[in-house]
């Protein structure tokens, strides 16, 4: 499922990234890797807060839609 479903306060471990390269390099850039468990914090107008490697990282919808939890 998407990150997007994915429910507030619950560690999930990303599956897969989808995208090209430029979205993929960033999103590794912030620490979403393949197999890396997360927290979703926050979920406001289609925008997710979430929780990764202890910091907290700021992703719209379609980025948080590239990643397959």
């Known amino acids: 499922m998407p990150l997007g479903l994915a ?3 619950e560690r999930v471990v990303i599956k897969k ?3 090209k390269d430029d979205a993929l390099q960033f ?3 912030l620490g979403c890797l393949e197999g890396e468990e997360i927290v979703v ?3 406001l107008a289609g925008n997710i ?3 990764v490697k202890g910091t907290r990282v700021a992703l ?3 980025m948080a839609n590239r990643i397959m939890v």
């Open 7 to 9: 429910p507030m306060g």
């Open 17 to 19: 990234i989808k995208g």
């Open 27 to 29: 999103l590794h850039r």
């Open 41 to 43: 914090v926050s979920k």
């Open 49 to 51: 807060i979430v929780n």
């Open 60 to 62: 719209d919808r379609n």
